[in-house]
Nanobody, 126 residues
Framework: QVQLVESGGGLVQAGCSLRLSCAAS????????MAWFRQAPGKERDFVAA????????LYADSAKGRFTISGHNANNTVYLQMNSLKPEDTAVYLC???????????????????WGRGTQVTVSS
């Protein structure tokens, strides 16, 4: 069974930074991309960022552009999310996901991902 484990969350003040990490374990697998989603209480699970292994590029939600940077290592199925200039509205559980089809169309859709971590809490105070 493939397992994803996130780390790096915490409680910070607005304007501060956090770096999230995600690592896969268990059986080996192949995926075209890895991504970060976030979910606040009572809200939908929203796309944050994805890294495309085949193109070596990144895709960001509008809310993340200019503030967040995704990076990773395909060989180890690891991914990171550097979050700068954090805002209170960034408060959510951040989840790592992988096991997605190769078409970029699916990268922003939570339902397209097969494997998920349990999430790490990010809380930004004003």
């Amino acid at each position: 069974q493939v397992q994803l484990v996130e780390s790096g969350g915490g409680l910070v003040q607005a304007g501060c930074s956090l770096r999230l990490s995600c690592a896969a374990s268990g059986r080996t697998f192949r995926s075209y991309a890895m991504a970060w989603f976030r979910q606040a209480p009572g809200k939908e699970r929203d796309f944050v960022a994805a890294i495309n292994w085949s193109r070596g590029g990144a895709l960001y939600a509008d809310s993340a552009k200019g503030r967040f940077t995704i990076s990773g290592h395909n060989a180890n199925n690891t991914v990171y999310l550097q979050m700068n200039s954090l805002k209170p509205e960034d408060t959510a559980v951040y989840l790592c996901a992988t096991g997605v089809p190769g078409d970029r169309f699916f990268y922003t859709r939570a339902g397209a991902y097969e494997y998920w971590g349990r999430g790490t809490q990010v809380t930004v105070s004003s």
